[in-house]
Each structure stands twice: as structure tokens, then as C-alpha cells.
């Protein structure tokens, strides 16, 4: 509150009052409401001294009361009032858990820096960063949506902070400085909760585009959804917590084979990692991978294909002998075997050439019969969409046929086109023998390693461990679910490499900044159940200084008390607000 002077331009006359001082939302300057009326200077001079003293000294002492105690405030308001035309008072509050990490991770002040070297952009990138992680967030959509929605939240209420061309032009600046907030955000977390590297998951997922020309990123490509669109591909790392360690955007046309090894080997060089064990599913398991991440000093755990592996493996699979059984419903073996691999060894000149190399690899077998129920169930429906094939084939192409060609004799499929059709010799029918080999493998599931329980390691890598660092993959699948859901990642309304290249940039620090987010508040919370408590912690202008809040959960407690921000209050004056988004910043 403060002592407001008002002179009457006709009389000359100053009056005197406490007013509270308030903004409305798109608004430049603030508005003022009356508290108490003092009366008129001169008047008020026959009974004091020093009018002007004397009620600042009052203004002040009322300040002071309202921040010692709890004060009642009374509204008045018009039960026929008219909202204005495009009027929304409405505010998000829960973004400052967000923007909290935002400057934990140190986003801030490297963004700032960046600008001041190597930038001619002069609106705050850094604010334009923290608008497109926070709207990615809580509410994913285009660039042009966060730009129209930033008043949702405190930070953004100026207008003229930065127009909606100033977020395009920095996303060019964005996508120049990927590999060094990569950095920042691993050195960030590696002091903050002790990352350890010596546990990498890796895999790939890839994002279509509803066009038809392929450009230099844009490519078509083995689509994870089986639609016949380009695609952009992104390798993800990951630790042992489920935390982000490094990305990577490269063509949909590129094979996900290629990308790992760079990747690992990467995380030694750059991120100073010692011996790193690789987790990645049988996508990555080839004699290169194998070869030269050995070769490297590097382990892998990768799982292996038993329908498409030698006919020697195939008989060690499904021979009895040597399993263990673990239950009725679970058995395992394992052996270390001299393993015969192709590998792509470079010349001089720089062309490459195969060659057989051999290398000692532990094999890891089990059967569960959880595992033998789910491969009869997705072959039935295989089954189903392949009887429905060879009744019309060509009411299908090899995009919607979803993996039932496999089961089907007698019917081609055009190589431009996809179509399938029936061959010329012979009737459409089931390949009963193929079907017949793959019941033989149901319920059986193959890993292979260079990891040995051995030596200075000898009980912490035994077979049960392998397995289960294995099937701690489903957390970067995990990841993958909550970008392409929650966090709504595929870059629809993006056409320019670098502008595709900055969107997954921001996606990227979403997703860290929400897992990092679950892991304060002791994982007991999903995603979305974090982000839609985000969302609901909104108050609404209640009139002066006051806005009202509705809303209180577990969750938004939890929230709370991990990021030491009172959630429970359900009304605060803007100041409170302005204070505790403050406070935030100073992460």
C-alpha cells in the first residue's frame, strides 16, 4: 500500500489517501484501488503538524501489519458486472516448479552468456527458452500457441518483452548451442545427484511428418508407427535413475545401427565416463557394435533374436539340458561361447571391407511362460490380419499389413507402390511351416554380454542381474511414451532443419526437467499426474492485490514440500506471488 496525493486541478486542493496498487493482466501500467480516504491537505493541517509524514507513517505501519499477521480483506464487487472482451484473468502458478529446474539447471545464465557472445538477437533468448519448456510442459502445442498463451503466467505478462518472430529467429540460436547445453544439463545433474555413467540405456524412436518431399532431415524410413511418412529419428541415452544423458536428431533414412557406438563412445570423451556397459535391444546387436565397443573397452547388454540366429543357437535355446528351473512358470541358462561376428574394418584409403572376427560373448537364456502367452497372443492377431489378407489382398499394402506377410504364401507386393496382390502361380494361403517354427520359440528370450561375473566384479553381474539391467530398458521407452504423450514432441507445424533441430532441444530439457521433477518428489507420481497437479495449481483475480486459488492435491503437496513452495494457501496477494517467483530463480 502507499500514501496516494490526488490535486484538484480546478481548486488547487491536494487529498489524500492509502490506495493498493494492482495490475491487470495485458495491461502496461498498474491501477489503484482506495483503502482508506484521509481527507484534504489543508484541512488535515490544522490537526497535525505535518500531514504528509503523519499518514506515510500510517501506510507504513499497515504494511508492517500485513506482514506480521494474517489479514482480512473485504471485497466489494458488482454481482451484474461485465467481463471485457477478450479477458482472461486466469494464472498458472504451478509453472514456478518448472521454472525452478529452469535455473537449477543453470538454463539461465548460460542462455544469457551465449546471447552476449555469439548473438545479434536482442529480446532475451533465455526468457524465450523458458516460455517453450514451460508451455511444453503444461501445455504442448505450436510456437506461435506458447507465444499467444504466455500471459497464462506471471513471468510473461509484458507484451513488448519479445515478439513471435523474435521465437522463431532464436530457434536457429538455439539449435547452434545443442551439444553444450547437453553438457551444462549433465554437469548440472552430475553435481546436483551424483550421476554415475557406468550404466547407459540407449534406443531409438523416430517422428513422422504428414508431407510428401523428403529434404536433407525428412527422410523415409523404418517408421516405428508403420505409416509410409518422412521421418525424423532421435537416439536417446539414459542412466541407470531414468534420467536424459544425451540425444541425438539425425535423418529417418540413417540405420539406428550407426548411432550408438558414437553415442558411447562419445559419453567417455565428452563427459569424462569411465568404462560404460551399454543396454540396447536387439536393433543394436551387430558384429559392429559388438566388435568395437569391446574394442573400446566398453561393455554391452543387448537382447538377441532366437528366431533369427544360427541354427546352433536355435538347438541351445530349446534344449533342455542345463536350465535351471526358477518356479513353475520361469527357467534360465547361461554359457560363454566363442561367437563368429562380421565386421566393417577401413583401409587407408578410407573405403571399408568386411571381415570374420571372434569374440568370447556370455549368452543368457529363459523361458517364461508369462513371455509364451504374450507371443501366442500377438501371433493370433498376426494370424487374424493375414487370413484377412489372403481373402482380398489387395485391400492392403505391406504399411498396413503390419507384420502378417511373414505367415502368407503366393502373393507379391509391388516394391514402388506396397500393394500386395496375389502372385500369378498359385492361391493365397498360410505358410504353416513358418508358423510351426515360431510356436517352437514362444516364451524363450535371449541376451547376450561382454559383461562376465568375474574378478573384482564376481556377484554383481550374475545371470539374474543381467536380466534385470536388461528390463530396466522400459524406462527410455518410458521416455518415449511421455515426449510423444505428455509432452506432445512430434514437431508438426516445423519445416527448417534448424528450427526441427531447437524443437527437439526444448523437448529434450522438458523431458529432463519432469524427471528430475518425479525424482524430487520420491517417484510416487507419473507424469501426467505431476503435470496436470502443474496445471491445476491456477488462481483467478479476485479483485485489488488478491487473487483466489481452487485447488489442492497430494500431488500439488508433494510439489510443495519438495521444491519448498506453499502450495495450501488459497488466497495470496500478487506480492507473495512476485516474492516466492523471485526466490525461484535464485536456484
Known amino acids: 500500500m502507499f500514501l496516494k496525493q490526488v490535486k484538484n486541478d480546478k481548486t488547487g486542493r491536494v487529498f ?4 493498493r496498487s494492482y495490475r491487470v493482466s495485458g495491461s502496461k501500467y498498474p ?4 483503502i482508506e480516504s484521509f481527507g484534504y491537505l489543508d484541512e488535515l493541517a490544522k490537526t497535525h503538524d505535518d500531514p504528509v509524514a503523519y499518514f506515510q507513517k500510517v501506510v507504513d505501519d499497515r504494511n508492517l501489519a500485513e506482514k506480521q499477521t494474517d489479514v482480512e480483506y473485504t471485497i466489494t464487487a458488482r454481482k451484474d458486472m461485465e467481463l471485457e472482451r477478450d479477458t482472461s484473468t486466469r494464472k498458472n502458478y504451478g509453472y514456478i516448479v518448472v521454472m525452478k529446474m529452469y535455473y537449477e539447471l543453470g538454463l539461465d545464465s548460460f542462455l544469457l552468456n551465449r546471447q552476449r557472445r555469439q548473438s545479434k538477437i536482442e529480446c532475451n533468448t533465455s526468457t524465450i527458452m523458458k516460455l517453450l519448456v514451460i508451455s511444453r510442459i503444461l501445455s504442448p502445442g505450436s510456437k506461435k500457441r506458447a507465444f499467444e498463451e504466455r500471459a497464462r503466467y506471471f513471468d510473461f505478462e509484458k507484451d513488448d518483452a519479445f515478439e513471435l518472430a523474435d521465437v522463431y529467429r532464436s530457434l536457429s540460436h538455439f539449435a547452434k548451442l545443442e551439444k553444450e547445453i547437453q553438457l551444462l544439463i549433465h554437469d548440472r545433474i ?19 511428418f504428414e508431407i510428401d518431399m523428403e529434404d536433407d532431415l525428412r527422410k523415409k524410413g523404418v517408421s516405428k508407427e508403420h505409416r509410409p511418412n518422412p521421418i525424423v529419428q532421435l537416439g536417446l541415452a539414459m542412466d541407470s535413475d531414468g534420467l536424459p544423458i544425451s540425444y541425438e536428431v539425425f535423418a529417418g533414412s540413417e540405420s539406428e545401427k550407426l548411432h550408438l557406438r558414437p553415442m558411447i563412445l562419445g559419453l567417455r570423451d565428452k563427459y569424462g565416463a569411465g568404462r560404460v556397459i551399454a543396454v540396447a535391444d536387439a536393433a543394436q546387436n551387430t558384429g559392429n557394435n559388438i566388435y568395437y565397443l569391446d574394442e573400446g573397452k566398453q561393455g554391452y547388454i543387448f537382447s538377441q533374436s532366437i528366431r533369427g540366429s544360427s541354427k546352433a543357437f536355435k538347438e541351445y535355446v530349446t534344449d533342455e539340458a542345463g536350465y535351471q528351473w526358477l518356479g513353475e512358470e520361469y527357467k534360465r541358462k547361461s554359457r560363454t561361447a566363442r561367437r563368429e561376428i562380421q565386421v566393417d574394418f577401413t583401409r587407408k584409403d578410407g573405403t571399408t571391407h568386411k571381415k570374420k572376427a571372434l569374440v568370447d560373448q556370455r549368452q543368457i537364456v ?31 499394402t505391406r504399411a498396413t499389413s503390419f507384420g502378417a506377410l511373414k505367415y502368407i504364401m503366393n502373393v507379391d507386393v509391388d516394391k514402388d507402390t506396397g500393394e500386395i496382390k496375389a502372385a500369378p502361380k498359385g492361391t493365397p494361403c498360410f505358410n504353416v511351416d513358418v508358423i510351426l517354427e515360431e510356436e517352437k520359440y514362444d516364451g524363450y528370450y535371449a541376451i547376450v554380454t561382454n559383461v562376465f561375473d568375474e574378478g573384482e566384479h564376481k556377484g554383481k553381474f550374475g545371470d539374474g542381474q543381467i536380466i534385470d539391467l536388461y528390463r530396466g530398458l522400459w524406462r527410455i521407452e518410458d521416455s518415449f511414451s511421455v515426449t510423444k504423450g505428455d509432452l506432445d514432441a512430434r514437431p508438426v507445424f516445423l519445416s527448417r532443419d534448424e528450427r526441427i533441430k531447437a524443437h527437439f532441444l526444448t523437448c529434450y530439457i522438458a523431458l529432463v526437467i519432469v524427471r528430475l521433477i518425479q525424482k524430487r518428489t520420491g517417484l510416487e507420481y507419473s507424469p501426467e499426474k505431476l503435470i496436470d497437479a502443474m496445471n491445476s495449481i491456477s488462481c483467478s483475480h479476485e479483485g485489488g492485490n488478491l ?31 512476485k516474492k516466492t517467483i523471485g526466490l525461484a530463480k535464485k536456484s
Do not use: C, H
Request: aromatic share 16%; proline share 1%; no cysteine.
Open 16 to 19: 489524500l489517501s492509502m490506495a
Open 190 to 208: 552430475t553435481k546436483n545427484y551424483g550421476r554415475k555413467l557406468d550404466l547407459v540405456y540407449y534406443d531409438v524412436t523416430n517422428y513422422y
Open 31 to 34: 491501477k489503484a484501488v482506495t
Open 366 to 396: 529363459f523361458w517364461s511362460e508369462k513371455y509364451a502367452v504374450r507371443s501366442r497372443a500377438k501371433r493370433e492377431a498376426a494370424l487374424k490380419k493375414a487370413q484377412a489378407i489372403i481373402n482380398d489382398p489387395a485391400a492392403y
Open 547 to 577: 487473487y483466489l486459488f481452487d485447488y489442492r492435491s497430494d500431488a500439488s503437496d508433494a510439489l510443495g514440500k519438495a521444491f519448498g513452495i506453499d502450495f495450501t494457501k488459497g488466497r495470496l496477494t500478487r506480492a507473495e506471488i
